[in-house]
């Protein structure tokens, strides 16, 4: 069974630009969740999706958006990237049906 | 105050010796306790997941849960030096919230 796959695994962009992040969850997965992880923060909840509906949202601005698709893969999207946005950017996959189901990580996206 | 305390570590134990990883929470409402494994520069793999209070136990790894003392643990037995890596412990309510509420990590260095 495959796992969480993140693309693209590192990214490079200057400050201003825009990114957008991909995530595919494990098949039968309906819920992602997105984290960022930081060396002096950690890994911070960013939001979740289930079903193409974001059914909870961390405490980032507004820069950090994402989306679900019907096939429930998602994207992250960071417009007006600032120097504190590098990161890596991690997705988790889970069955989502009941709270607290198990969830799985993808290998995630470094961005500098 | 954070609402999940880790001690970052570094750990340094000799290979077989019993390792323990400890994680206080302040949030009574926490239900689903989970406890990841986390290489350089690679996604966390979930190692435990348990709900409530008590004991599970996988392999070399037994996950504790005191709820009365906000208290968890994880336990690896006769340690190896591939166990070298971060350990996180991870949590959330059950409530239909999917936010995991992560600790700051754990650097465990297995020695040979």
């Known amino acids: 069974k495959a796992g969480v796959t993140q693309t693209p695994r590192y990214l490079i962009k200057t400050r201003g630009q825009q990114v957008t992040l991909s995530c595919s969850p494990i098949s039968g997965h309906r819920s992602v969740s997105w984290y960022q992880q930081t060396p002096g923060q950690g890994l911070q909840f960013l939001f979740e999706y289930f079903s193409e509906t974001q059914r909870n949202k961390g405490n980032f601005p507004g820069r950090f958006s994402g989306r679900q698709f019907s096939n429930s893969r998602s994207e992250m999207n960071v417009s007006t990237l600032e120097l504190g946005d590098s990161a890596l950017y991690l997705c988790?996959?889970?069955?989502?049906?009941?709270?607290?189901?198990?969830?799985?990580f993808g290998q995630g996206t470094r961005l500098t | 105050q954070k609402e999940v305390e880790q001690d970052p570590g570094p750990l340094s134990v000799p290979e077989g010796a019993i390792v323990s990883l400890n994680c206080t929470y302040s949030?009574?409402?926490?239900?689903?306790f989970m406890w990841y494994r986390q290489y350089s520069r690679k996604g966390p793999e979930l190692l435990m997941y348990t709900y409530s209070s008590g004991n599970k136990e996988d392999g070399r790894f037994t996950a504790q849960v005191d709820k009365s003392s906000k208290y968890i643990s994880l336990f690896i037995r006769d340690s190896q030096p591939s166990d070298s890596a971060t350990y996180l412990c991870a949590m959330s309510v059950a409530s239909g919230t999917y936010k995991y509420i992560f600790g700051t990590g754990t650097r465990l260095k297995v020695l040979a």
């Open positions: 988790a996959s889970s069955l989502g049906g009941t709270a607290g189901s198990e969830a799985f």
């Open positions: 949030n009574s409402a926490f239900q689903y």
